[in-house]
């Protein structure tokens, strides 16, 4: 009789387990109720529950379901170049090609990248580590689950979640930064319309870029190549089976598998440290630090050229596509309802997504 | 006279006015959708709506003319 | 104990990488741009 009650789940569990109960719930009810992130929470909420089922060995190395998941499609990078992929075939970067100089706002909103990375380092982590929580601020969830499986997989699910929450908390965190530290003035600064942009730049456009970040920065080149190899099926015209199939079908595949994956790193034991809340604050860090370089080198910009640019576009730099132009968008037009920032926005903003991939790139090559 | 013209291209999914109706500056005349967000077009100055050139469900490009007010 | 040689030297590569790369790509933009007008123009 004993031996069979000891062979149930219920007499393991943990109070550990129960609070990660109480996650997963909130994650699924935030998803359901609130629309918040629901292609990711729904997944990542339910990995966390079953991972969290005592002597479901899910997570069991060699045999478990969620391990096999978690091993062939995060450890051996197949799935955030596969989501890169995706994006690619969605993004368009006519806006950035028609005003190439915003590329350089992309630039600048990696600053909370190394603000979080020193202040990981402070609070004591390791090397590997504080590249895994520094990468949050680029705001960029692909990214930075691929550098934290590379650098410090124990702390994927605290990454991972601090980015994606993060980024869908951009239009709390952004306004007040900019507000604070732009002029009225400023904020009602209207750009020229951007220049229609030839099929044939956009089409030369992922060829170029592939060949310059992978020259650059060699490691970052699997996040790269696929990104510009979606981009390249998108603009070139000629296989659009291809591109509808890595921006939808694939792209979704490869969600549920990344949402579950991440889902079950988030076991009791290896989720509920202290470290955990410091991640947090230190992603926190990073973005907030992100959106003001941004805002301030647009700034900085403006003492050069005759044709201003209006800093709100510059915390677009951070790469929450399309969420950080959106923000940029609702700034400008309550103060002038007639300025259109959106595709300004979109310029920074998806030079951001290139600029957090050459900063993980880095990391990997060195912060080993 | 003036043209209100698109600021980006997108998809007309309301227009707020009719031909005749008098507006006045920064009324709402259309709202497009880019990149999955609603923006209202205002109108640039006081007058009356000449004429509509784009319907609801229209995709529009960027410049194109949508509303002439005088 | 931490190498803070390494960790500053991550922070210089780094941001210097981010900023030498997008600043080329920049340039690259121009460039073909340019290459691209001027071939339409001779075709014209």
């Known amino acids: 009789m004993l031996e069979m009650v000891l062979t149930t789940g219920v007499v393991h569990l943990t109070i550990g387990n129960l609070i990660m109960w109480l996650i997963a719930f909130l994650f699924i009810y935030l998803a359901i109720t609130k629309n918040y992130e629901p292609l990711l929470l729904v997944p990542i909420g339910f990995g966390i529950l079953v991972v969290n089922l005592p002597l479901t060995f899910l997570m069991q190395e060699g045999e478990g379901l969620l391990w096999k998941f978690y091993h062939y499609g995060l450890e051996w990078e197949v799935i955030p170049p596969l989501i890169f992929l995706g994006l690619g075939a969605l993004t368009d970067f006519g806006p950035m090609i028609a005003n190439p100089k915003t590329l350089i706002l992309g630039a600048g909103a990696q600053f909370g990248v190394y603000v979080a990375f020193f202040g990981a380092l402070i609070l004591g982590f390791k090397i590997p580590e504080a590249c895994s929580i520094g990468i949050i601020g680029g705001a960029d969830g692909p990214t930075t689950i691929y550098t934290t499986v590379h650098l410090a997989p124990h702390l994927l699910g605290a990454t991972a979640i601090a980015a994606y929450s993060y980024m869908s908390l951009v239009p709390i965190i952004q306004p007040p930064i900019m507000r604070l530290l732009t002029t009225e003035k400023e904020r009602k600064i209207r750009m020229r319309q951007l220049r229609p942009v030839s099929k044939k730049e956009k089409i030369l456009f992922p060829l170029v870029t592939v060949m310059v970040i992978c020259l650059i920065v060699p490691a970052s080149a699997p996040l790269m190549a696929m990104f510009m190899l979606g981009n390249l099926f998108k603009e070139c015209g000629v296989v659009k089976r291809l ?25 009791a034991e290896h989720f509920l440290k202290p470290q955990v809340i410091f991640i947090f604050i230190m992603g926190l860090v990073a973005f907030a630090f992100s959106t003001a370089a941004g805002i301030l080198l647009a700034k900085f910009m403006n003492l050069f050229f005759k044709e201003k640019i209006n800093p709100l576009i510059g915390s ?24 259109f920032l959106l595709m300004h926005a979109m310029g920074p903003n998806v030079a951001g997504v290139i600029g957090t991939v050459v900063a993980a790139g880095v990391f990997l090559a060195l912060g080993r | 006279m003036s043209d209100v013209t698109a600021p980006m291209a997108g998809k007309v999914i309301d227009v707020k006015v009719n031909v005749g109706d008098t507006v006045n500056e920064d009324d709402d005349l259309i709202i497009l959708e880019a990149m999955k967000m609603e923006m209202p ?3 640039p100055t006081s007058g009356t709506v000449k004429e509509i050139k784009c319907k609801k469900g229209d ?12 | 104990m931490i190498d803070w040689n390494l960790a500053v030297k991550i922070f210089s590569f780094g941001l210097g990488a981010v900023f030498s790369s997008l600043a080329i790509l920049i340039a690259a933009i121009y460039v073909f741009g340019k290459i691209l007008k001027s071939i339409e123009k001779k075709a014209d």
């Open chain 1, 316 to 339: 677009a730099g951070v790469s929450a596509v399309p969420m950080a132009a959106r923000v940029s968008q609702i700034m400008g037009a309550k103060y002038d309802p007639k300025n």
């Open chain 2, 59 to 70: 995709s529009v490009g960027a410049d194109d003319v949508l509303v002439v007010i005088e």
């Open chain 1, 243 to 267: 591109s509808d199939t890595a921006a939808n079908e694939l792209m979704n595949i490869v969600t549920i598998l990344l949402g579950i994956s991440v889902g079950a790193t988030m076991s």
């Open chain 2, 41 to 43: 077009i205002v109108a």
